[in-house]
């Protein structure tokens, strides 16, 4: 369980958290979706207690992270894979955490395994390693204590697809044993693999959140018809709102609605379903249209 | 997560033991030894002590005249040579971790700072003292082998006071390097000011100063360590002149140690316990 309240961070004149307020509930896992500078870093380094905020609390397990004892033995945390000693080996990073929390050495071996670093591999420099190894051993270093709550910050960032599905299993595996896991990306589709709830954040605010279903229930539905043209003119005439989206349509109704509205006005339909990801993807770009750096909105960019 | 049942509420213990004292300092006595810096520090340390201590036996067998003591040995090759690069591990024990970003991990592992920091400055002292230690056996192997090489009977001339003043220089200027290092949190800074403050001024600076004016003799000694120590060492001035050596010399050596090991250390703790870890 991990519970922020009313939180702010002001950096000089720019708020990074701007009054976020959430819980991450155990057996779920929380993904915090926003673009780059949206505040999602800051936030998790003040629930890891490394930055202190201006207002409001961050707790974990109602705890403040710094009055945890042996912290790395309840709490996982990644918050930079990049952020190693590049001169010490994979092995030997996970040695000094495996020391300081006091656990066997057949630890460090059990997690090499887990997250697929080999022998060879693990005793490298880590200024050998790709990002993708990176964030392995990232992984491997907060699970190593057997936490129960985990904190990532971009975890998935560099893993190849396969990769990306390794780490959904293995925090499925996780949250289904009743752990609570924490993690953030700015790519919609890894948060859209990984996560079951769904945090999006935009300039230091949350803007939506809620499980993916809840999510795309404002989504609407995608449609394609032959005659796109008379299909908006005869939804739009229900007073149904319509706009174009790629090839077809997305209609804020239900698909049984369209399908009706479609087959009294007798237009053929090519396609009819729930706006799934095209439809969160859309609302990830309106949501933080507004929020965002360049402030374009690229139709069907970044996925 | 074995016992844990799927919506079992996730909890933290706060009654079990934190991390323990002795265990930060065993991980940090390991992580100065365990990249790859630290190891090239420790080679090209070997190498220039190999190399110094031939020159020294090429000296004494070449030269009937050359003779070097016990003393020689032990303040003028072997402290020397392993106080000259190996202060760097002191600065790289802090600094290190900023530069590579680890201090995320580590303040992560334990969130009270001042713990690990203190361990890092153990680890570092008891460091500074294996080495004086090694530098007295590998005196003691130098003088026997200088002996043999010229031909003369080796003279066991060790002084107490001479020791045990070399090893408060020695403390503070591990210290020092430890300080500064936490102090701008930045090993090439650190690395040249310790370098400056420690080896550059009392060559090329302080040395003339002091041979040439009489108020530079009263004055060196409360800025550097080295012309601190000499008088309560030696009991002889930096010109030779037998001195009275009195509570005024002794005191005069806390002055170099506050300014350069003191304070950056008393700051650069308060700099770790205040700065945001990112």
Same mark, same amino acid.
């Given at each position: 369980m991990i519970t922020v309240e009313n939180l702010s961070k002001t950096y000089g004149q720019f708020r990074a958290v701007d009054d976020i307020s959430f819980t991450c509930r155990p057996g779920a896992v929380t993904g915090f979706l926003g673009p780059n500078g949206a505040g999602k870093s800051t936030t998790m380094r003040i629930i890891a207690g490394l930055t202190l905020p201006d207002r409001g609390t961050a707790t974990v397990g109602g705890v403040d992270y710094r009055d945890i004892p042996n912290p790395g033995t309840q709490v996982g945390v990644l918050l930079d894979a990049s952020a190693q000693h590049a001169g010490r080996t994979g092995r030997e990073i996970l040695t000094l955490s495996a020391l300081t929390m006091g656990l066997p050495m057949s630890r460090v071996d059990e997690m090499l395994e887990l997250v697929s670093l080999t022998p060879s591999e693990s005793k490298r420099r880590v200024k050998n390693y790709s990002l993708g190894m990176r964030q392995r051993l990232g992984i491997a270093n907060a699970l190593i204590g057997d936490p129960k709550i985990l904190v990532l910050d971009e975890p998935a960032n560099g893993l190849d697809p396969a990769g990306i599905h390794w780490m959904r299993s293995l925090l499925r595996t996780y949250a289904d044993r009743g752990g609570t896991v924490l +993690?953030?990306?700015?790519? &919609?589709?890894?948060?859209?693999?990984?996560?079951?709830?769904?945090? %999006?954040i935009g300039q230091g605010r949350i803007v939506a959140s809620g499980t993916k279903a809840e999510l795309l229930q404002g989504a609407g539905a995608f449609v394609q018809a032959t005659d796109n043209t008379a299909l908006t003119v005869a939804l739009e005439q229900s007073g149904l709102a319509v706009t174009t989206s790629r090839e077809g349509l997305l209609v804020e109704a239900e698909p049984v609605q369209i399908g009706k509205v479609a087959a009294a006005?007798?237009?053929?339909?090519?396609?009819?379903?729930?706006?799934?990801?095209?439809? +969160?993807?859309?609302?990830? &770009?309106?949501?933080?249209?507004?929020?965002?750096?360049?402030?374009? %909105?690229?139709?069907g960019g970044p996925a | 997560m074995s016992t844990a049942t799927p919506t079992a509420p996730v909890t933290i213990d706060t009654t079990r033991p934190g991390v323990p004292f002795a265990r930060l300092l065993k991980v940090e006595f390991r992580k100065m030894f365990d990249t790859r810096a630290s190891r090239w520090l420790a080679i090209s340390t070997g190498i220039l002590l190999v190399l110094v201590t031939a020159i020294v036996l090429l000296v004494v067998g070449l030269n009937d005249n050359a003779r070097v003591s016990a003393s020689d040995w032990y303040l003028g090759v072997m402290v020397s040579v392993l106080s000259l690069l190996l202060p760097v591990f002191a600065i790289l024990s802090v600094t290190g971790e900023w530069g590579q970003r680890s201090h995320l991990t580590l303040f992560t592992l334990e969130p009270r700072r001042a713990r690990?920091?203190?361990?890092?400055?153990?680890?570092?002292?008891?460091?500074?003292?294996?080495?004086?230690?090694?530098?007295?056996?590998?005196?003691?192997?130098?003088?026997?082998?200088?002996?043999?090489?010229?031909?003369?009977?080796?003279?066991?001339?060790?002084?107490?006071?001479?020791?045990?003043?070399?090893?408060?220089?020695?403390?503070?200027?591990f210290w020092m390097a430890f300080g500064l290092g936490a102090l701008v949190l930045s090993t090439p800074i650190a690395i040249v000011i310790f370098y400056v403050v420690g080896l550059l001024l009392p060559f090329m600076v302080y040395a003339p100063l002091v041979s040439i004016f009489e108020w530079a003799r009263d004055i060196v000694p409360f800025i550097d360590i080295n012309y601190a120590i000499t008088e309560p060492m030696t009991g002889q001035d930096f010109v030779g002149n037998t001195v009275d050596v009195g509570a005024l010399e002794y005191l005069r050596v806390l002055s170099p140690v506050v300014i350069w090991s003191v304070i950056p250390l008393v700051l650069g703790y308060l700099r770790i316990m205040r700065d945001e870890v990112k």
């Amino acid at each position: 369980m991990i519970t922020v309240e009313n939180l702010s961070k002001t950096y000089g004149q720019f708020r990074a958290v701007d009054d976020i307020s959430f819980t991450c509930r155990p057996g779920a896992v929380t993904g915090f979706l926003g673009p780059n500078g949206a505040g999602k870093s800051t936030t998790m380094r003040i629930i890891a207690g490394l930055t202190l905020p201006d207002r409001g609390t961050a707790t974990v397990g109602g705890v403040d992270y710094r009055d945890i004892p042996n912290p790395g033995t309840q709490v996982g945390v990644l918050l930079d894979a990049s952020a190693q000693h590049a001169g010490r080996t994979g092995r030997e990073i996970l040695t000094l955490s495996a020391l300081t929390m006091g656990l066997p050495m057949s630890r460090v071996d059990e997690m090499l395994e887990l997250v697929s670093l080999t022998p060879s591999e693990s005793k490298r420099r880590v200024k050998n390693y790709s990002l993708g190894m990176r964030q392995r051993l990232g992984i491997a270093n907060a699970l190593i204590g057997d936490p129960k709550i985990l904190v990532l910050d971009e975890p998935a960032n560099g893993l190849d697809p396969a990769g990306i599905h390794w780490m959904r299993s293995l925090l499925r595996t996780y949250a289904d044993r009743g752990g609570t896991v924490l +993690l953030s990306s700015h790519l &919609l589709h890894e948060i859209e693999i990984i996560a079951d709830e769904i945090m %999006v954040i935009g300039q230091g605010r949350i803007v939506a959140s809620g499980t993916k279903a809840e999510l795309l229930q404002g989504a609407g539905a995608f449609v394609q018809a032959t005659d796109n043209t008379a299909l908006t003119v005869a939804l739009e005439q229900s007073g149904l709102a319509v706009t174009t989206s790629r090839e077809g349509l997305l209609v804020e109704a239900e698909p049984v609605q369209i399908g009706k509205v479609a087959a009294a006005a007798g237009i053929a339909l090519v396609e009819l379903r729930p706006a799934d990801s095209a439809g +969160l993807e859309d609302m990830f &770009l309106q949501l933080t249209a507004t929020t965002q750096r360049d402030g374009a %909105v690229t139709p069907g960019g970044p996925a | 997560m074995s016992t844990a049942t799927p919506t079992a509420p996730v909890t933290i213990d706060t009654t079990r033991p934190g991390v323990p004292f002795a265990r930060l300092l065993k991980v940090e006595f390991r992580k100065m030894f365990d990249t790859r810096a630290s190891r090239w520090l420790a080679i090209s340390t070997g190498i220039l002590l190999v190399l110094v201590t031939a020159i020294v036996l090429l000296v004494v067998g070449l030269n009937d005249n050359a003779r070097v003591s016990a003393s020689d040995w032990y303040l003028g090759v072997m402290v020397s040579v392993l106080s000259l690069l190996l202060p760097v591990f002191a600065i790289l024990s802090v600094t290190g971790e900023w530069g590579q970003r680890s201090h995320l991990t580590l303040f992560t592992l334990e969130p009270r700072r001042a713990r690990v920091v203190t361990a890092k400055l153990v680890a570092v002292t008891s460091f500074a003292l294996l080495l004086l230690v090694l530098a007295f056996a590998l005196s003691a192997v130098g003088n026997v082998i200088g002996a043999a090489v010229g031909g003369y009977d080796a003279v066991w001339n060790y002084d107490l006071s001479e020791i045990l003043w070399t090893v408060v220089a020695q403390l503070a200027y591990f210290w020092m390097a430890f300080g500064l290092g936490a102090l701008v949190l930045s090993t090439p800074i650190a690395i040249v000011i310790f370098y400056v403050v420690g080896l550059l001024l009392p060559f090329m600076v302080y040395a003339p100063l002091v041979s040439i004016f009489e108020w530079a003799r009263d004055i060196v000694p409360f800025i550097d360590i080295n012309y601190a120590i000499t008088e309560p060492m030696t009991g002889q001035d930096f010109v030779g002149n037998t001195v009275d050596v009195g509570a005024l010399e002794y005191l005069r050596v806390l002055s170099p140690v506050v300014i350069w090991s003191v304070i950056p250390l008393v700051l650069g703790y308060l700099r770790i316990m205040r700065d945001e870890v990112k």
